[in-house]
């Protein structure tokens, strides 16, 4: 999203704009290791022990956000406030799931801002998978609240970036969000295509769950352009995959999506039974 001059200083590539701290670190790691010096091994071992523990506090953090979103914001903020500058991948996470504890309150704007200083810092050292996950993150943000080009906008780098950071298989979220940005506009054609693009998508980890998603995506567009048939068809793939892996939350849409599709239908018994299911 944003251009910055990017200037290969012995063998690391480093980009100027970047706080004057991180530029330090690897300039003295860099004429450590050149110079065959070995390191202050318990200085190493202390810095490697930070590293663990706030790993850990991280994903406890992470997990937190989903049960007690203002706890974990919470605790992300005090920690924020502890640690230095020096540590920008840590400011990174913390901030994205300070954005996400307020996604969970539907304060979107916070969001919005925690989420713009997360990319501001990802951008700075070219932490391409955590641009691509924030970029995201905004998309569907922007596409919640009917933003439709921001959210576009902001797919598009995710796939971008997911692209720089080899990480390919994890381009089927953006694609499959913008998808949902087309069906919002009552463009089906073309959500078709994005969801499409999901369902056969070559990348490996497959995403069952993603997969799952756009079937029923896909069925929702053939609902809305009155092809009930074309509807059932991919609800009953969606339903086939999720009881492979067991996907009870992609189960419980297909079903409520094949009971709505036999009201609209007429067909009351079948709808129940679907309901039921």
Do not use: W
């Not at 932490?127 to 439709?148: K, P, R, T």
């Not at 996907?247 to 609209?264: A, K, P, R, T, V």
């Amino acid at each position: 999203m944003f251009n910055r001059k990017k200037i290969n200083f012995n063998g690391f590539l480093v980009v100027s704009g970047v706080h004057l701290t991180l530029l330090v670190l690897i300039l003295v790691f860099t004429s450590c290791n050149q110079n065959g010096t070995p390191n202050n091994s318990k200085n190493k071992l202390n810095e490697q022990n930070e590293i663990e523990i706030s790993d850990s506090i991280l994903e406890e953090i992470h997990k937190n956000i989903y049960e007690n979103p203002f706890a974990a914001r919470e605790k992300a903020l005090k920690i924020l406030d502890s640690i230095g500058q020096g540590n920008p991948e840590a400011r990174i996470r913390l901030l994205k799931h300070i954005g996400s504890s307020y996604v969970f309150e539907t304060n979107y704007s916070e969001a919005i801002k925690y989420y713009n200083q997360a990319l501001s810092l990802a951008e700075e050292i070219n932490l391409y998978s955590e641009i691509a996950h924030i970029n995201n993150n905004l998309g569907v943000i922007f596409n919640e609240i009917g933003n439709y080009k921001t959210a576009y906008i902001h797919f598009v780098e995710s796939l971008n970036n997911y692209d720089l950071a080899d990480k390919k298989e994890k381009k089927i979220g953006a694609l499959n969000n913008i998808g949902l940005i087309y069906m919002n506009m009552n463009n089906y054609e073309k959500a078709l295509s994005y969801f499409n693009e999901v369902i056969h998508s070559k990348a490996q980890p497959t995403d069952t769950i993603l997969v799952v998603s756009a079937l029923n995506n896909i069925a929702i567009c053939y609902i809305s352009e009155k092809k009930p048939e074309r509807a059932l068809e991919y609800i009953e793939k969606a339903i086939s995959l999720s009881e492979k892996v067991n996907n009870q939350y992609g189960l419980c849409i297909s079903h409520q999506l094949m009971g709505n599709l036999y009201l609209e239908l007429g067909q009351p018994p079948k709808a129940k039974e679907a309901y039921q299911a």
